[in-house]
C-alpha cells in the first residue's frame, strides 16, 4: 500500500473516533458544526492548492496542480492514501460523450461532456509520467490502473515535486475570507489542528455511502442492512460521510441536480456470508437472465430494465437489480436461475466475472440452494430461515415461467420488459444465491461547471473551490458509466484550473463564521 507519510501511530484511534463521532452526532449536519468545542489551531501551513482526499479524484488533481506549476498538500483521512480506488478493479472506461448520454441519459450533460473531453488527456499525462496505467493508446479502447501500484506512484510523484500528502489528517471545513472566497481548509491532524491556506481547494473527498441519515433519506431506509463495498469495509478505513459534500453546502453550493437516488454497487453475500477481496467476485451481472424474489419469496423488479442491448445492457440491468434489491426488506434478495443461465451466464468460464458464482456465494457461508425441481429448491429457501415463503416462490416463478414461455412477461404483475432475458426457469438443475445490496459509492454530490469549480446556489462559481471524483454529482445516473473514469477526468480538470486560481482578493484573514 502506499507509502506512508507524517503519519503518527497513536493518532489513528483519536481520527477514527472523531470520524465515528461525527458520523453519530452530526451525519447531516454541515461539517464545520462538529468541531465547535475543540482546541486551538496549533499549526498554519501556507501553498497554493489543498487537495482534499487521496483517491483517483484526489492524486489526479493534486499532480495536475504540481505539474501546472502549484506547491500542493493532500490531506488525507485514512491512515493510508488510496481510498475505494486503492480497492477497485482499475478499468478506466473512456466512452465518448454520446455513449455517455445514451448509457446515463439523466445524469448532468456538462459533467459527462467534461468527463469525456478530459480522460484521454488523463491518460496522455500518466502514459507521458511513466505511471501504472494500461491501454488507451486508441480512441475509446479504455484504459486501466493498477490500483495500489498507481496510488504509490502518484503519491510518489508528488512528494518528489515537492508537494506532501498529509495521512489522518481530515478535513473538518473550509474555511472563508470576508469576501466568501475560499483561502483553505481547517483540518484534524495527529499533530492538532491544522490550519492550511491556499488559493485554492479540490474536494475529493468519495462519496457518502456510509451516511446513515442520506442514504436513508436518498436511497433506502434499509441502511443497516446494506454491506458496503468502499474503503470503508476494510480494517480501520473513515466512513464516507460526505465531507466534501457538507463543506460545500455550507458555503452555499448546489447539489447536483440528480443522482441522489441512485447509486453503484453490486450484489454480495446475504449474512452471515463472509466478504473478502476481490469483492468483484460476487458481482452478480448474469441477474437480467434470473429470476430475483425477496426475503418473502416474492419476485419484485424487473431484472432486466434498461435502455440498452448486448454487454451493456447485461451490466446496467445488474445496476438497476441491485438498486431495487436495497429496497427490500433487509435490502436483501435471491437470484434463482436454470442450468441454461449457468452455463451461459454464472459458471467459471462464461466470461461474466470468470468465477462460478453459486460456487462463489456458498464458499462465503451466505445461504445458497441447489435442486432438480423448483420445489424443492423453494423448500431449501424456505428453510435459509430468512422468512421465505416456499409456497409464494414457487407460484411466482410458475407464473414467471407460464408468461415466458408465450412471451408476455411484460404483462406480469412485476413486468419484466426485455423478451431477450425472459427465459424461463425449466431446465434443471435449479440454482438460488441468497445476496444484499453492496453499496460502492453514491451518485449525487456536488454540482460544478466544466472547469471543475463548484457552484453556488447563485450560478455563479464559489471563489477558490474545486471539485473532483465521486464528490461531483450526477455524473452516473441510474446506470453507472466508471467513477474511475469520472475521478480521471474531473481530478484533470480541476487541478490544472485550480493552480490557475488567483491569491483571493479579500486577503487571508478568515471571516468570523470560518475562522478557527
Ligand atoms: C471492488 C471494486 C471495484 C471497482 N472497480 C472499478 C472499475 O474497474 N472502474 C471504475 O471506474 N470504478 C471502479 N470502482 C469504483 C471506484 O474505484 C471508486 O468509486 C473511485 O475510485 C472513487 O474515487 P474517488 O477519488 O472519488 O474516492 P476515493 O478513492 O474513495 O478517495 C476519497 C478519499 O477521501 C478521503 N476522505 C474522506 N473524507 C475526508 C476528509 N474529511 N478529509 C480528508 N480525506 C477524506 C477518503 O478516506 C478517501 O481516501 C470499483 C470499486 C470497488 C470497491
Known amino acids: 500500500m502506499a507509502k506512508q507519510t507524517e503519519r503518527s501511530s497513536g493518532s489513528s484511534r483519536r481520527s477514527f473516533l472523531a470520524g465515528a463521532a461525527a458520523g453519530i452526532a452530526g451525519s447531516a449536519l454541515p461539517v464545520g458544526a462538529q468541531v465547535a468545542a475543540q482546541a486551538p489551531t496549533t499549526q498554519e501551513i501556507r501553498t497554493d492548492v489543498v487537495v482534499v482526499g487521496g483517491g483517483i479524484g484526489g492524486l489526479t488533481a493534486a499532480v495536475c496542480a504540481q505539474k501546472a506549476g502549484a506547491r500542493v498538500v493532500v490531506i488525507e483521512k485514512a491512515y493510508e492514501p488510496g481510498g475505494t480506488t486503492a480497492h477497485s478493479e482499475g478499468g478506466v472506461a473512456n466512452s465518448t460523450y454520446e455513449d455517455m448520454r445514451a448509457n446515463a441519459p439523466e445524469g448532468d450533460p456538462d459533467v459527462q461532456r467534461t468527463v469525456s473531453e478530459n480522460v484521454d488527456k488523463w491518460g496522455e499525462l500518466m502514459r507521458s509520467l511513466d505511471a501504472p496505467v494500461g491501454g488507451g493508446e486508441k480512441p475509446g479502447a479504455g484504459m486501466s490502473i493498477a490500483p495500489v501500484m498507481w496510488v504509490n506512484f502518484m503519491v510518489r510523484t508528488i512528494e518528489s515535486g515537492g508537494g506532501k500528502v498529509l495521512v489522518e489528517t481530515p478535513m473538518l471545513r473550509l474555511l472563508t475570507n470576508r469576501q466568501e472566497e475560499v483561502i483553505g481548509v481547517l483540518a484534524d491532524s495527529p499533530k492538532g489542528l491544522i490550519r492550511i491556506l491556499a488559493k485554492a481547494v479540490v474536494l475529493a473527498t468519495g462519496g457518502w455511502m456510509t451516511n446513515a441519515t442520506l442514504v436513508q433519506q436518498h436511497i433506502t431506509r434499509h441502511f443497516g442492512s446494506l454491506r458496503q463495498r468502499n474503503a470503508s469495509f476494510y480494517d480501520r478505513k473513515p466512513p464516507f460521510l460526505g465531507d466534501g459534500l457538507f463543506a460545500a453546502l455550507q458555503l452555499g453550493a448546489q447539489p447536483s441536480t440528480g443522482g441522489f437516488d441512485s447509486f453503484y ?30 426475503r418473502f419469496g416474492r419476485r419484485f423488479t424487473d431484472e432486466a430494465q434498461g435502455k440498452l442491448t448486448g454487454r451493456q445492457m447485461t451490466r446496467q440491468g445488474e445496476q438497476m437489480c441491485v438498486q431495487e434489491v436495497a429496497r427490500q426488506s433487509d435490502a436483501m434478495a435471491a437470484y434463482v436461475y436454470d442450468d441454461i443461465v449457468y452455463k451461459q451466464y454464472a459458471c467459471e468460464n462464461c466470461g461474466l466475472g470468470g468465477i462460478d458464482k453459486y460456487i462463489a456465494y456458498k464458499m462465503s457461508g451466505a445461504p445458497t440452494a441447489m435442486a ?20 409464494l416462490i414457487v407460484r411466482d416463478i410458475t407464473e414467471y415461467n407460464q408468461a415466458a414461455k408465450n412471451g408476455k412477461t411484460w404483462a406480469l404483475p412485476v413486468p419484466k420488459t426485455s423478451a431477450k432475458h425472459a427465459l424461463a426457469v425449466e431446465n434443471p438443475p435449479f440454482y438460488a444465491i441468497l445476496g444484499q445490496a453492496g453499496i460502492t459509492s453514491t451518485h449525487g454530490g456536488i454540482r460544478v461547471n466544466t472547469l471543475g469549480q463548484v457552484l453556488h446556489r447563485s450560478g455563479k462559481p464559489i471563489p477558490g473551490l474545486f471539485a473532483a471524483g465521486v464528490d461531483i454529482g450526477n455524473f452516473n445516473n441510474c446506470t453507472y458509466l466508471g467513477n474511475l473514469t469520472l475521478g480521471a477526468g474531473y481530478g484533470y480538470v480541476s487541478g490544472n484550473n485550480a493552480a490557475k486560481q488567483p491569491a483571493p482578493k479579500g486577503g487571508w484573514g478568515a471571516s468570523p463564521t470560518t475562522s478557527a
Open 372 to 391: 432438480n425441481t423448483l420445489t424443492e429448491l423453494a423448500r431449501q429457501m424456505e428453510d435459509w430461515g430468512v422468512g421465505m415463503s416456499a409456497e
Open 265 to 294: 454497487g453490486h450484489l454480495l453475500p446475504a449474512r452471515p456470508g463472509k466478504i473478502t477481496n476481490p469483492m468483484s467476485n460476487w458481482s452478480a451481472y448474469f441477474s437480467p437472465w434470473c429470476v430475483a424474489v425477496n
